[in-house]
């Protein structure tokens, strides 16, 4: 408990009315993120706005309109394309990347380095233009099995990767979490890619002009509300 | 004689207008005339002989096979259109080697009827030319040369010679007629010019609303009529066969 | 001989176009297989409705506004061919080519600018607005309906519109009693194109307005995030509901485009 | 007051068009000026190299495939308006209406099913191979190409194909003779439609085939990398390649389709 | 009397045809014909004096007003095509009122103003058929009908009585001298028909390879010419007059 927060929260409650917060969030975490940016709304009656895309287009979107009060990315990765706009940041919970296969796990995959066997064929997000990707290339090289794996192809979006699996085209993938909550996905149970395990920040933005309701947001976020949220939708919370 | 076409009982509905129980026999080398009132269906008749409609009764044989029993592309039945139908894409020299080309006659052989065709015809200035910058008689001429150079057996012109000066007209006939005898091609035509009519065929038949009232011999045409409606479309009158 | 030949070529169409057929069904059943399970979900969901009626309203008005603005630049592109006009349709059509990415990224990055910030200042907003939804859609479907009015333009025969002038019809006139109706059918082709793409339309939209649930959650916006957060059926419920507003359409199109054939005489004629 | 009316709706028209130029040369611009400073850079990478080439290669293909299944197709469902026919035609433009990404998903589910798989054991492997892509473009297309020829067969005169059968052409050489020179602009219009949108193509693509770097890496889907990356100079200056390709192909088009005004009187004419 | 047309050294140039040195006044509610060889310029002219084409020389007056200065929907001039030139998505009716609705005529007076030309050209019972059902004969009563109902000051008619048959040519005749009689219209028409024109016609011009070479009163058009191909042309027999 934080009594702190809750405190905020209702004497906020009628000065953000009728002030804005606009806030870029990765699609992957609509979910959770819009039930908390509903809560927010419910109490503070903050007229707050969520928009909603890839984690590269929100960089564009920054980088070129220069508008927004807070981006709340995937990883702390992503923050590098929009370096020069962020004022503050703050982590929320932890992304955690797993390693997926089918239920069942027919091919008996019990950690990264069983990718490498024969007839394994592996879909992962491209290298660079997805952090999910990133964090496999950097898992596989640095088990020295990267060349070794059967990559069928790589593709540009995390739910991308779960459709591979479900619709037989791979046989594993590397995924976030959260992604994974599927009854026809299997996580395989390894501690293989705990060391990969990234945190999800909310990066205040320089551009930002709703100060008051931004604060008001950044406290609300660390609240029991907002962390019970989170872990309801399987992220993990900092420790 | 051989009869080459024969309609018999033919019924044909077309919106407000039909073609009422049509009886007609043409035999093999005739040439005949079919006159009448603009609207009463000749038209209509001549495309029925072609087999262009599909909704009617009665029946239509060339050479004792019904019409529509062949398809199109054998029937061997040249027409020239009253709106000349033209192939808008193609110029003059095209059109009229269409059908040459659809028999697959080699370059040269086509080249060499075309032009004969066209010698014939006064159009061979015109080859070159697309449809939309000829004149109306060029354009006539074009669809008749279009359909004389495949020789048809039968050959059903609709108003060929309507938009021709009288001296180009009388040469057509001549031509026609010529056509008509070395190839042995029978042929139905319409025309509003009585005098065309009995120049150029041996039978003459009279279209009145959709009917084909009257078929008769060339040289009988003016003799008066039972049928008081054909007595006023041919400007017979009564007084002066009053008895 | 001849006979055969004319059956193999019916025959290989007809079975082209039963393949063709297929194929698309399909795509459409794979939708409906996955997307009824949730339909009812879908329908009674007050975002899903939200979306509905954005979608239509924003493409309503992008259909409207690309038909006001592809209309008067096919006339003025087509009645005359000079060098200018060949240039002005070759820019037109250029966008065509262009990932739908991109081009919302140009707007974007247009609408940004301080030319952008200017319309903001006067009250119109495109980046992340409503607006900006239509914006996109008109980008994305204007060649293509120019392209389709002019293709129709260029075959009416101006001898008639010459005709009508005769008989007292001023350019404006003439226009609209000769021109129109006689690219009727291209007309109500571009209109369903620019409808079905402006209902479909989504890769520049996203870049230029991204996705605000309830605000500018048009329906393929609300089926990317269903997408991105793993819900394929409830996506494919949204998906449902476009196939079916967009069959309505093409009922209502199709009704107005089929060949008049009490116009001429061609309807009882053997084509066999 | 006539005179007064004919130049407002010239200008109106000119106005309109004006705008609609300027409009799209703006987007063009934009691209342009991002994209110049990276271009050379561009030109020399390998994987631009290949991703041109790829994109070349697939939308030849995907656009040659299209005319060959649209073209018949069209011809089947113009020359008979039975009822068979319209929902034939309603199926197949149903589509229109996807998202790209919902097409895309609806192909990985096709080709991940059954089908798909005795397709694969065949050797014609599709998903996240460089055959999706163009099963992808073709699926995006192929509605679009189908309603614009059908537009143009509708409006050719059945009765010219009467004719042409009577001077002895079988129905599939009055078909290449007559109803395809007739409909000559659309067809070509269909095909730069095809080509310029299979260029751009990468929604539907992207869910079927994704993006391995070198192998499936179309234009398009270079593009999105680059954007992913936050490298935009790098995407524009992909984009202007795209620009560049289409602004010859339109050329080529453009030159292929004007009036052809030798063969009419009209060329001469006053339409002022 | 005034002249109401005007052309003077006019030339038109139309690929490989031109018309050559064309001078000619028609003065007011006077009726002129043009007889010529197919393809010798007819049709050209008659669209040149309507102003159709913009790259001529010489010049056309109208009223001692330049053709090309006035707006084409302000010149007042009817013109019957030759192929019709009906709009073939309208209705009979609305191809004819569309000149009326035009003038913003009211509703009323529309439907009485069509229902009385239809009658007077018999063509009462197709007006709510398309262009695209109607016979050639239906056709060019249309297209007579759409140009009269405008009452135009000027009538240009090219072969306007070439799909008719001989009883409505004549009822057409009579109609068409009314019209030029009770409304002051000038007419400018072109014929195959040597008798139509004498019968129709004031003066008659004769045009050859696109010159107009002559114009003369009807009643002296067989007298015998200087010029031997208008002889050949009318059929006037060298022998006959030789001396
Ligand atoms: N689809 C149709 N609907 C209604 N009436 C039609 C249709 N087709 C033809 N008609 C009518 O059929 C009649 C006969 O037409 P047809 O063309 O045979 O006349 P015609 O004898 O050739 O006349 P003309 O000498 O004027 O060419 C015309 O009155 C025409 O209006
Ligand atoms: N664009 C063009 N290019 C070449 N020749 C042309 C063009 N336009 C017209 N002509 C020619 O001009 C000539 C005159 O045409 P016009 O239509 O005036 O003849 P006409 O006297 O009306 O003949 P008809 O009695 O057959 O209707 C024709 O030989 C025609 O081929
Ligand atoms: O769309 Mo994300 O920011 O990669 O989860
Ligand atoms: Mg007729
Ligand atoms: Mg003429």
């Known amino acids: 408990e934080n009594p702190n927060a809750k405190e905020t929260l209702q004497d906020a409650s009628e000065n953000l009315k009728g002030k804005n917060l606009s806030i870029y969030c990765g699609a992957g975490m609509t979910k959770p993120f819009e039930e ?71 091919l008996q995959i019990t950690g990264i380095n069983d990718l490498t066997k024969k007839d394994v064929e592996v879909i992962l997000g491209d290298y660079e233009a997805t952090p999910i990707g990133k964090i496999a290339k950097k898992a596989l090289t640095d088990a020295s099995i990267f060349e070794k794996v059967n990559v069928v192809a790589t593709t540009s979006t995390a739910p991308e990767l779960i459709n591979a699996i479900l619709n037989d085209q791979s046989d594993a993938i590397i995924v976030w979490k959260e992604n994974a909550k599927n009854p026809k996905i299997e996580i395989v149970d390894t501690k293989d890619l705990d060391s990969y395990i990234k945190t999800i920040p909310a990066a205040s933005l320089t551009c930002s002009d709703n100060k008051e309701s931004l604060d008001t947001f950044l406290k609300f976020l660390d609240s029991d509300i907002a962390k019970n949220i989170w872990s309801n939708y399987g992220y993990e919370l900092l420790n | ?160 010679f309507s938009a021709l000066d009288p001296i180009t007209k009388e040469k057509m006939y001549v031509q026609i007629k010529e056509i008509n005898k070395i190839f042995r091609c029978t042929i139905l035509f319409v025309t509003h010019d009585f005098n065309e009519a009995q120049i150029m065929a041996n039978r003459i038949g009279i279209m009145i609303n959709g009917e084909l009232r009257r078929i008769r011999k060339s040289i009988n045409l003016f003799e008066k009529y039972k049928d008081d409606e054909i007595n006023k479309f041919l400007g017979i009158r009564e007084e002066l066969y009053s008895d | 001989m001849k006979n055969k030949k004319i059956n193999l070529f019916e025959v290989i169409s007809y079975i082209i176009t039963i393949m063709v057929v297929i194929f698309m069904s399909l795509i459409v059943l794979t939708i409906l297989v996955e997307g009824i399970p949730y339909l009812s979900n879908s329908f009674a969901s007050r975002e899903v409705q939200f979306s509905i009626k954005l979608s239509l309203f924003t493409t309503s008005i992008s259909t409207f506004i690309c038909m006001i603005l592809a ?77 389709f009015i002019r293709t129709a333009f260029l075959e009416v025969d101006s001898r008639l519109e010459f005709i009508a002038s005769t008989l007292g019809a001023s350019k404006w006139i003439r226009f609209l009693t000769i021109t129109i109706p006689l690219s009727k059918n291209a007309i109500i082709g571009a209109m369903i194109l620019t409808w079905s793409r402006g ?54 199109a199709n009704y107005f485009t089929n060949k008049n054939s009490n116009r001429n005489r061609m309807k009882d004629v053997y084509t066999k």
């Open chain 1, 36 to 106: 908390i940016a509903n809560k927010f709304k419910e109490k503070t009656k903050c007229n707050i706005e969520v928009t909603y895309a890839n984690a590269a287009q929100i960089q564009t979107q920054i980088n070129t309109s220069k508008e927004g009060d807070l981006f709340i990315a995937g990883s702390a990765d992503e923050l590098k394309a929009v370096e020069k706009m962020v004022s503050d940041r703050k982590d929320l919970v932890k992304h955690i990347p797993i390693l997926a296969v089918k239920s069942g796990n027919p």
């Open chain 2, 1 to 160: 004689m051989k009869k080459l076409i024969e309609v018999e009982n033919f019924y044909m509905n077309l919106g407000s207008f039909s073609l009422k129980n049509i009886n007609l026999d043409i035999y093999e080398n005739e040439i005949v005339a079919i006159l009448g009132k603009t609207g009463s269906g000749k038209t209509v008749l001549l495309e029925s002989i072609a087999g262009f409609y599909k909704n009617c009764c009665g029946s239509i044989k060339i050479d004792s096979k019904k019409v529509s029993d062949t398809p199109i592309e054998n029937r061997n039945i040249g027409f020239v259109y009253q709106d000349f139908g033209l192939f808008p894409h193609m110029s003059v020299f095209d059109n009229i080697s269409y059908g040459l080309k659809m028999q697959k006659k080699d370059k040269m052989f086509i080249r060499e009827t075309v032009k004969k065709i066209s010698e014939t015809l006064s159009i061979s200035n015109i080859l070159h030319q697309y449809p939309g910058t000829l004149s109306g008689g060029e354009k006539q001429r074009t669809a008749l040369a279009r359909a004389l150079v495949l020789k048809p057996k039968i050959l059903l012109m609709d108003e060929p």
């Open chain 3, 71 to 147: 209309i008067p630049t096919s006339y003025i592109l087509t009645r005359e061919s000079n060098t200018l006009n060949k240039y002005m349709q070759i820019i037109i059509e250029l966008p065509l080519c262009l990932p739908y990415l991109v081009l919302g990224l140009s707007l974007l990055i247009l609408f940004s600018s301080n030319f952008g910030k200017s319309l903001k200042e006067m009250g119109l907003k495109v980046v992340y607005s409503q607006l900006g939804i239509i914006i996109a859609q008109i980008s994305v479907n204007i060649p293509y309906a120019i392209r």
């Open chain 3, 199 to 252: 209902l479909g339309e989504f890769g520049a939209t996203l870049m230029l307005v991204g996705v605000t649930r309830m605000k500018t959650e048009t329906l393929p916006a609300s089926i990317y995030l269903n997408v991105a957060t793993g819900d394929i059926g409830v996506s494919m419920a949204s998906a449902l509901i476009l196939l079916l507003i967009s069959s309505i359409s093409l009922f209502i």
